[in-house]
């Protein structure tokens, strides 16, 4: 069984732009229920099927699949939830963790978040300079809940 434990901010600044190069992703959902998520995404030139439990705290079961890529680009195109989710990932390592930064395009251009992937909830870890507000517990942050209700679409 696989879980997931993440934890998920707000950015400020841009300091983080110099320190990795993006990845252009392409994602959709083909189920967005809270109780289980069906992912398909495009990651460069791979592509994967992501099936999500319920989040309790921040952790959740997560099973990850690579899957054909024209398979993938067919379901983005005819099966997934719309809108589509585009962002662009950047990977900067810190210490023995990953930070993830997604920069949101499309229907959530200007939406910015960092995500930190822990081994426990209660893992202690040092955030950049750049990292703000904590919306870990937030569901409008939840990428599925972003085809529903956009960024765009915020009253800020």
Known sequence: MSKEIERK????????????TPVHYRQGYLNSQKERTVRIRTVGEKAFMTVKGPTKGVTRLEFEYEIPFADCVTMLENLAEQPIIEKARYKIPMGELVWEIDEFFGVNEGLI??????????????KPEWVGE??????????SNLVRNPYTTWNK
């Open 9 to 20: 901010f707000l950015v400020k600044g841009d300091a983080w732009r110099q320190l990795a």
């Open 134 to 143: 904590e919306v870990s517990s937030d569901p409008r942050y939840f990428n």
């Open 113 to 126: 978040v960092a995500e930190v992937e822990l081994k426990s909830e209660d893992q202690a870890f040092e």
